[in-house]
């Protein structure tokens, strides 16, 4: 176990170091850096002024050194200035973080919660199956930005229920909640589909094997051998599935940020992206990818605790 | 049943799609062309779907913008098919290193948040790095391209396991002794006992990058406007929710169907192999 965990935390920092340096090079290439912007917004500026800003903040320096200079400055904690917030990245980082964990943790709960109820649904009744089915793939098709749009246009414009979008103001809980919902909903709608398929063919799995035959012929009530019998076994595909899915779940939570307006990590990544603020970028970037690795890694970890067969 | 269910879906879309320009002579108007008297139209007999924001038909321009969902669809299950085939193929066949390599690399793909990453390789000038910008073709292209990185992986994932199971079995021993060069051995015996789960990997991949090209336009980042795509139709719809919400339905519809009929034939095509 202990050589997995640095195995796998080794190749997480050389994942993170060859991301960082590849999104490097790739911001170069896109349009407008900050001195374009600076030489654009004002007349007065001629080409020397740009040439003496960028020899100022050594961006007439090769690729490669500056890529050193930003890795020695981040390995050091210095995470640089955001252009855009006029603040130390780290100040805009760390509560955008916690709002995308926030609405992450609540749609990640809900959707285990209801595509594991769905899933049982669909495994017990054999009737109900193909209907669980159809939700799954239909609800995995809807485009997570479309999804949002149909819920604001029914919950806040038609109905008038809940607001289209941003953060409460006060801090209070229900308010808190109220805003919430529409993003939540929509995050655990899409993520639905994939944990009800795979607990409903990982529960018909385990209804069949010969362990349950031996419960059944005990006198067992079926609440009992679905829930304490077959559920413990049919959980582990269903914790493999959050170890892969980690990642299209921060993907879903950029989408849902921009369209509710909720400043989180994803809507951070794009408006810095959107505005050239490379340093926050970059951070954010690495950071999503971090969280999303290690949340991966727990989930790997958590899997070999479930299921002792699977060798360390 | 799902199979021909979603091959009917998808058999339906692409006939609509192709004749796009058979329905444009018939309701007579240009899917391009702003009218500005007639912003946010209701479902009429000349607009059958009513207009949008600048007063283009919506219908002409779902059909249009099918060919370009499509074709990126299309683009991308060759791409990340062909390459995703290769990677896994080389990756049983050599094993050792090689394979080693190519799989944490997969691994590593797999493990991060692919539309972060897929907004900054989109927001890249290719003007910049000496390619046109702004064409369609170019931005179907540049979507595809910046999509394939990322759809290889599932393919080669499938490719490497399928072709691992094929190399143990007796009929490779027996044509590697018949003389049989490695290249020949890997396309002509390997391949074709490979193809249905590789064919499945490709329906799926046609899915998700429907879906993912249908984000990044509605981002602002896929393809540009006036060139209709059923994302970019949708990014000014978060402001026309209060004019027009019906504007709002129907492009998401559309890739709603695309996506699940893709997303049957592949279950049809998995159910058919067991």
Known sequence: ?312 | MRLWLGLALLGLLAAGVVAAPLVQLRFDQDPFLPDLLSRFAPPSYTHPLGTDDLGRDILLRLLHGGRVSLSVGLAVALGAGGLGTAIGLLAAWAGGWVDAVLMRVADGLLALPSLPLLVVLAAVDTGRIGLPRGEALSDILRIATILVGFGWVPVARLARAAALAQFGRDYIAAARIAGASEARLLVRHVLPNIAAPIAVACALSVAGAILAESTLSFLGLGIQPPTPSWGNMLSGAQEMVFNAPLAAIWPGLAILLAVTACTLVADGVRHRLR
């Open chain 1, 1 to 312: 176990m202990l050589r997995l965990l640095i195995g796998r935390l080794l190749q997480i920092a050389v994942t993170l170091l060859l991301v960082s340096a590849l999104t490097w090079l790739v911001m170069g290439a896109m349009p407008g850096d900050p001195v374009d912007l600076a030489m654009m917004s004002d007349p007065h500026l001629t080409p020397e002024d740009a040439m003496r800003m960028r020899a100022l903040h050594g961006a007439d320096q090769p690729l490669l050194q500056r890529y050193l200079a930003w890795a020695t400055a981040v390995l050091q904690g210095d995470f640089g200035h955001s252009r855009l917030f006029a603040v130390p990245a780290a100040q805009v980082l760390w509560p955008a973080l916690g709002s995308t964990l926030v609405l992450l943790g609540w749609s990640l709960a809900l959707s285990a919660l209801l595509g594991l109820l769905l899933g049982a649904l669909g495994a017990t009744q054999p009737r109900a199956a193909p209907a669980v089915d159809a939700l799954a793939i239909l609800a995995q098709s809807t485009p997570t930005f479309w999804l949002g749009i149909l819920l604001i246009i029914l919950f806040a414009v038609e109905l008038g229920w809940l607001p289209a979008g941003g953060t409460a103001e006060a801090s209070g809980l229900g308010d808190a909640a109220r805003y919430l919902l529409l993003p939540v909903t929509t995050l655990a709608i899409v993520n639905l589909a994939a944990y009800a398929r795979h607990s409903m063919a990982a529960l018909q799995a385990e209804l069949g094997a010969d362990y349950i035959r031996t419960a059944r012929m005990k006198g067992l009530p079926e609440s009992v051998i679905l829930w304490r019998h077959a559920f413990p076994n049919a959980a582990i595909p269903v914790v493999t599935l959050f170890a892969l899915d980690a990642g299209s779940l921060v993907s879903g939570a950029l989408v849902t940020e921009t369209i509710f307006a909720r400043p989180g990590m994803g809507k951070l990544i794009y408006d810095a992206i959107m505005g050239n603020d490379y340093n926050l970028a970059l951070l954010a970037l690495l950071l999503a990818a971090l969280v999303t690795m290690l949340a991966t890694l727990a989930a790997d970890i958590a899997q070999r605790l479930l299921d002792p067969r699977i060798a360390t």
